[in-house]
């Protein structure tokens, strides 16, 4: 006899799980944890380089580098001599999930550190299913990419709270409208927040730095509880 | 291209299911997948039918519902369809959104056959 079960089950229900383990613990430690994402080669390691130089004095700073193959970018980002740096290979996968940050974690002391930055694969489309505890999405794109990227993309752009445009300093060569790339990213969210950089001239950096520092603050914040 | 770890991840989740359950005959499984989760639906059936292949869910069958994203208008508060990649009341105009539908990526049911059995002696003849 054929019969038909409901099970309403998420697909990434094991990933969900560790996912929300993670963020409890980042939680508990006062860490505060931005999942960096972007297409390939917008600057995701030329910012982190420039923020752990800037702010190694100031937060105790980590980094969760993905990469497809290679640890290349881990390794540019430990030769600022800032920070605790891990390199996740995925040889292949397009995403980092939360099982593989679990396991990235294990050597690095969330007691130590502030500012979590996980460098995800570079990608607009994957990653965005895949929640890896962070507290908040940060979309890296660049004026060498066209300025309808976020109405492409909507899933990622959707999801981010910060949409950061770097090489601001090429946007002449580039024919890319800053007015144009914030008003479609508005369409697809609201309540997206804004900076512009120049990872090469360090254009814009203190704003983002800035902001950093708000976040951080706000998270180590001591808020009272009432309902007990 | 993250279909094929999304159809792993349903395989085994499937999988995982049967076993504790003790289902018999594994017939279909039905998915409801949102249209902001960018799942190209075709790669997903071929990854199911790679990974599948192996397994006692070698025959079942796997049916897709695209569901369409859909908000609740913070401004005016009327249930609003969206038309993405613009998130706009059809209503007001207003872009304050909550979105309610188009995120889903769930194992939403599954179909068995008590009176079939998933060993080796239902195999179909080759």
Redesign the interface.
């Known amino acids: ?15 969900d799980k560790v996912a929300l383990q993670l963020r409890q613990e980042f939680a508990d430690r006062r860490v505060l944890a931005l999942n960096l994402v972007s297409s390939p080669g917008s600057g995701k390691t030329s910012l982190l380089v420039q923020t752990l130089s800037a702010l190694k004095a100031e937060f105790g700073i980590a980094v969760v580098a993905g990469d497809v193959q290679t640890e290349n970018d881990a390794q540019r980002l430990r030769e600022t001599g800032g920070g605790q740096i891990r390199a996740i290979e995925t040889r292949g ?3 980092l ?1 939360a099982l593989m940050m679990e396991k990235a974690l294990v050597e690095i002391d969330l007691d130590d550190i502030d500012i979590l930055f996980i460098e995800n694969v570079g990608n607009l ?2 990653p ?2 895949y929640d890896l505890g962070e507290e908040m999405k940060v979309v890296i794109i660049s004026t060498t990419e066209g300025d309808d990227k ?6 990622m752009f ?1 999801r981010s709270s910060l949409m950061i445009t770097n090489k601001i300093d090429m946007i002449e060569m580039c024919d890319f409208d800053l007015e144009k790339v914030r008003s479609n990213a ?6 997206l927040e804004f900076i512009n950089v120049s990872c090469r001239t360090g254009e814009g950096l203190d704003l983002w730095y800035d902001w950093l520092r708000k976040q951080v603050a706000s998270k180590k914040a001591t808020v009272c509880d009432k309902s007990g | 291209m993250h279909e094929l770890a999304i159809a792993d991840s349903i395989v085994q989740s499937v999988l995982s299911e049967v076993e504790r359950q003790g289902y018999g005959n594994l017939i279909e499984v039905g998915l409801r997948v949102g249209e902001l989760t960018d799942i190209v639906t075709d790669s997903l059936c071929f990854g199911f039918e790679v990974l599948s292949r192996d397994t006692i869910l070698r025959d079942t069958k796997l049916v897709i519902e695209q569901v369409p994203v859909s908000g609740e208008c913070l401004t005016c508060r009327k249930k609003t369809s969206i038309n993405i990649p613009v998130f706009q009341c059809e209503y007001c105009g207003g872009f304050e959104i909550k979105v309610v539908n188009g995120q889903e990526l769930d194992i939403a049911y599954l179909k068995v056959d008590d009176d079939g059995d998933n060993d080796e002696t239902e195999q179909r003849g080759e």
Do not use: F, W
């Open positions: 006899m054929e019969r038909r079960i409901e099970i309403e089950k998420q697909v990434l229900s094991e990933n996968a397009c995403h999930d489309v994957c965005s299913s976020p109405l492409k993309y909507p899933g959707r508005v369409t697809v969210n609201n309540s």
